[in-house]
Structures are given as structure tokens and as C-alpha cells.
């Protein structure tokens, strides 16, 4: 299911420098098309004027040009906008644009927030999500990971600084590909955005956790705990038998420690299932072992045919009070654009359904 394209959009620069040299011509024409590809943003091989029109033709003829379609956008400038977009064989993915930043980051409030999808559904099953309510269909490629930000850019005529990897698909499952994409979006040959303003949220997959800290980038992590003992967190999650929590722990604790960075765990509050005291008590000695640990709750944004509920306010701020008299530095996030089911997966299903 993961047959690599041979698009040039899912090769970095020097991979495209070999590719060349293979094709008979000088290294420096990867520099020529990448400044097409991503600083110009050109949508056809056929438009880069300074390439000898023999290799464009070769282009043409051999490899594909990845475009995403733009089926539907909710939503309006300066609110939460949602993008669906259709890929090459059919399948529907989208992505999220964030006026304001997400409570998460809690720093200036002028930047842009994309919110991308890795994987066309998600194997993983956890029972309130709509992305893996129908299953995993596959990978994305790096070219339709990136091209998420450019075509959003494009469609939204907006600067994005900000990524998270919250949207449909399991970042961490599609691990060499997001890193590919990572590099195109990171490098200066590429999109030039800075490794401090990308984020992956993963529901958990420890091992790959390791790997990523052991790779250089400075990309920020967020869990997805939802639960803070086995016992709760496995009613929701099935990952959690595979990697149970201390597992998942160990391994934040082993990138917080090399990474010297802060872990930011997501909490979804579901009524009846995590939201009570007792369990605020155990999230707080949960992150408390994990140094600089931040928590952002969340509010369960209603799925339907799901039937899980979000607890009522003062519930939430139940929660939230015995999190701060634990001094655990916590946040909640009450969602912006639940109207337009901007939770991961929605507006897919809406659209597959009709
Ligand atoms: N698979 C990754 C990234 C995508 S999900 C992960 O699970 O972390 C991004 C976040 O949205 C996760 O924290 C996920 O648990 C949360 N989420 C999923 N469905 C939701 C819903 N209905 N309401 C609120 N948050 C939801
Ligand atoms: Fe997949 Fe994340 Fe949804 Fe779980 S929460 S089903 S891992 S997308």
C-alpha cells in the first residue's frame, strides 16, 4: 500500500541531485527546481522557464506532478477554515487553518496555525476519533504531506507559521515519509519554516518516540494521553495495550531529556470516561515525572454516531482546579471551529456519506 511515488516532489535536495546526475544532467538544476517547486510555488513542470525544454519534457512524460484538489472549504477568513482536499487516486484528506495560535503554545497571538493530515483514515481505533472510524486506507507521500501547506497558503493567500500534525492519520506510523516532509518543509531549499514551530501529536507509539528524539530537529511533541492509568486510558485507546503507559512515559521522559524540550500532553475530557477528580489527581502524578510537562485539556468535541459527550462546565472546571492546586501547568482549550466539525476526521465523513 506504501508503492514510493516517483514524483520529484517527495525527494529532498540532495535526492534529487543524485536523481539528475542519473538523468545525465548537472547537480545544479535540483537547486533550479526546487526554487520553482517551493519558492515560486509553480504548478507544472511546464512553467519553469529556465530548464532546457528537453529535460521539462522528460519531466512531463516521467514523473507525476502531485496537486491536491480543493473539494470544499468551510468556514471564513479570520475563523477556523477547513480544507478537503481530493489526492491523485481519489482519496479525501483534510487540513485545518488556525487564526489565532492554540492555547497550547500560548505565545503571541498573531500567528497561523495549519493543522495537517498524515494518513488517508488511522489504524488505531481509538474509540471517540472519526478519523479511524472507517479504517486505515494508507500513507500519505512527503509531496502530499507539504503540499497541504502550500495549497492551503495558495488557497488562503496567508502566511502559515505554525504546524501541528493533528490531523486525520497516525504521524508517527507514517514515520520516514512525515520525516521526508518535515525536511521539505524545514530546509531552506524547501518552505523554510523552523523546526520550533512544527508539532507532532502521536496517541502514543513509544518507539518511534525514541527515534524521532534521536534525530536532530528540535520538532515539538505532543502526546495524546486521554487517560492517565491503564485501566482508563485503554477503555478509549487500544494502543495503549500495545505501548501501556509506562512505556509511553519512559519513552517522553528519554525525548524530554535529549531533547531539553517541554512535552505538551493533550487531554480530551469525556464525560463519564476520564473527567472526574480522581482522575485530574492521577494525570497530575502521571506528568509530574516528566519534567516541564504541560497539559492541555480539551473539551470532547461531539462525533456523530458516536456517544461520548463532553462533561459541562463546571465539571471541566472541577478538573481543572485540582490540576492547578497540583501545580501541574495545565490549560483548557475550549475548541475553535467545533461549529464546522473541525475535529480530526469530521468533515471527511460528512462528505463520504453524502
Ligand atoms: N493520531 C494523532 C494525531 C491526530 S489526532 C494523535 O492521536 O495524537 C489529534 C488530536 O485530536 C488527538 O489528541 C486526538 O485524540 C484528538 N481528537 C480526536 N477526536 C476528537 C474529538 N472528537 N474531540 C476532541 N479531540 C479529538
Ligand atoms: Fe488515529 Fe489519533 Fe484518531 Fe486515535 S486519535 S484514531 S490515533 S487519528
Given at each position: 500500500?506504501?508503492?514510493?511515488?516517483?514524483?520529484l516532489?517527495?525527494?529532498?535536495?540532495?535526492?534529487?541531485e543524485?536523481?539528475l546526475?542519473?538523468?545525465?544532467?548537472?547537480?545544479?538544476?535540483?537547486?533550479?527546481?526546487?526554487?520553482?517547486?517551493?519558492?515560486?510555488?509553480?504548478?507544472?513542470?511546464?512553467?519553469m522557464?529556465?530548464?532546457?525544454?528537453?529535460?521539462?519534457?522528460?519531466f512531463?512524460?516521467?514523473?507525476?506532478?502531485?496537486r491536491?484538489?480543493?473539494?470544499r472549504?468551510?468556514?471564513?477568513?479570520?475563523t477556523?477554515?477547513?480544507?478537503?482536499?481530493?489526492?491523485?487516486?481519489?482519496?479525501?484528506?483534510?487540513?485545518?487553518?488556525?487564526?489565532?495560535?492554540?492555547?497550547?503554545?500560548?505565545?503571541?497571538s498573531?500567528?497561523r496555525?495549519?493543522?495537517?493530515?498524515?494518513?488517508?483514515?488511522?489504524?488505531?481505533?481509538?474509540?471517540?476519533?472519526?478519523?479511524?472510524?472507517?479504517?486505515?486506507?494508507?500513507?500519505?507521500?512527503?509531496?502530499?504531506?507539504?503540499?497541504?501547506?502550500?495549497?492551503?497558503?495558495?488557497?488562503?493567500?496567508?502566511?502559515?507559521?505554525?504546524?501541528?500534525?493533528?490531523?486525520?492519520g497516525?504521524?508517527?506510523?507514517?514515520?520516514a515519509?512525515?520525516?521526508?516532509?518535515?525536511?521539505i518543509?524545514?530546509?531552506?531549499?524547501?518552505l523554510?519554516?523552523g523546526?520550533?514551530?512544527i508539532?507532532?501529536?502521536?496517541?502514543?507509539?513509544?518507539?518511534?518516540?525514541?527515534?524521532?528524539?534521536?534525530?536532530?530537529?528540535?520538532?515539538?511533541?505532543?502526546?495524546?494521553?486521554?487517560?492517565?492509568?491503564?485501566?482508563?486510558?485503554?477503555?478509549?485507546?487500544?494502543?495503549?495495550?500495545?505501548y501501556?503507559?509506562?512505556?509511553?512515559?519512559?519513552?517522553?521522559?528519554?525525548?524530554?531529556?535529549?531533547?531539553?524540550?517541554?512535552?505538551?500532553?493533550?487531554?480530551?475530557?469525556?464525560?463519564?470516561?476520564?473527567?472526574?477528580?480522581?482522575?485530574?489527581?492521577?494525570?497530575?502524578r502521571?506528568v509530574?515525572?516528566?519534567?516541564?510537562?504541560?497539559?492541555?485539556?480539551?473539551p470532547?468535541?461531539?462525533?456523530?454516531?458516536?456517544?461520548?459527550?463532553?462533561?459541562?462546565?463546571?465539571?471541566?472546571?472541577?478538573?481543572?482546579?485540582v490540576l492547578?492546586?497540583?501545580r501541574?501547568?495545565?490549560?483548557?482549550?475550549?475548541e475553535?471551529?467545533?461549529?464546522?466539525?473541525?475535529a480530526?476526521?469530521?468533515?471527511?465523513?460528512?462528505?463520504?456519506?453524502?
Amino acid at each position: 500500500m506504501n508503492t514510493p511515488s516517483p514524483a520529484l516532489q517527495n525527494l529532498t535536495l540532495p535526492e534529487l541531485e543524485q536523481r539528475l546526475v542519473e538523468l545525465g544532467e548537472p547537480k545544479y538544476r535540483g537547486g533550479q527546481v526546487m526554487r520553482w517547486l517551493y519558492g515560486k510555488r509553480t504548478e507544472s513542470y511546464e512553467k519553469m522557464s529556465d530548464l532546457p525544454a528537453a529535460l521539462r519534457a522528460r519531466f512531463i512524460a516521467e514523473f507525476p506532478f502531485v496537486r491536491l484538489e480543493n473539494v470544499r472549504v468551510l468556514g471564513s477568513k479570520d475563523t477556523t477554515r477547513k480544507f478537503l482536499f481530493r489526492l491523485p487516486d481519489g482519496a479525501l484528506i483534510e487540513s485545518v487553518l488556525i487564526p489565532a495560535s492554540p492555547a497550547l503554545y500560548g505565545e503571541a497571538s498573531d500567528r497561523r496555525t495549519i493543522c495537517m493530515s498524515t494518513q488517508v483514515g488511522c489504524a488505531y481505533g481509538c474509540k471517540f476519533c472519526a478519523s479511524g472510524l472507517d479504517g486505515w486506507s494508507r500513507n500519505l507521500s512527503a509531496a502530499e504531506i507539504a503540499g497541504q501547506f502550500i495549497e492551503v497558503e495558495r488557497i488562503a493567500d496567508e502566511k502559515i507559521n505554525n504546524i501541528v500534525f493533528m490531523g486525520m492519520g497516525e504521524p508517527l506510523a507514517n514515520f520516514a515519509n512525515l520525516m521526508k516532509a518535515i525536511e521539505i518543509i524545514n530546509s531552506d531549499w524547501g518552505l523554510g519554516l523552523g523546526a520550533r514551530h512544527i508539532t507532532i501529536s502521536t496517541s502514543g507509539l513509544a518507539p518511534q518516540i525514541r527515534q524521532l528524539a534521536d534525530q536532530p530537529k528540535q520538532i515539538r511533541l505532543a502526546i495524546s494521553l486521554h487517560g492517565a492509568t491503564d485501566e482508563v486510558r485503554q477503555q478509549i485507546m487500544p494502543v495503549n495495550r500495545k505501548y501501556p503507559l509506562a512505556e509511553l512515559m519512559s519513552a517522553c521522559s528519554y525525548y524530554t531529556t535529549k531533547k531539553k524540550q517541554r512535552i505538551t500532553f493533550e487531554y480530551i475530557l469525556i464525560k463519564g470516561i476520564n473527567d472526574e477528580p480522581a482522575h485530574a489527581a492521577d494525570l497530575a502524578r502521571l506528568v509530574k515525572n516528566i519534567g516541564g510537562a504541560k497539559v492541555n485539556c480539551i473539551p470532547y468535541n461531539k462525533v456523530e454516531g458516536l456517544q461520548w459527550d463532553r462533561p459541562d462546565e463546571a465539571r471541566q472546571d472541577a478538573f481543572m482546579a485540582v490540576l492547578d492546586k497540583a501545580r501541574v501547568l495545565a490549560t483548557i482549550r475550549r475548541e475553535k471551529g467545533h461549529d464546522i466539525a473541525a475535529a480530526c476526521g469530521q468533515l471527511r465523513r460528512q462528505t463520504m456519506q453524502k
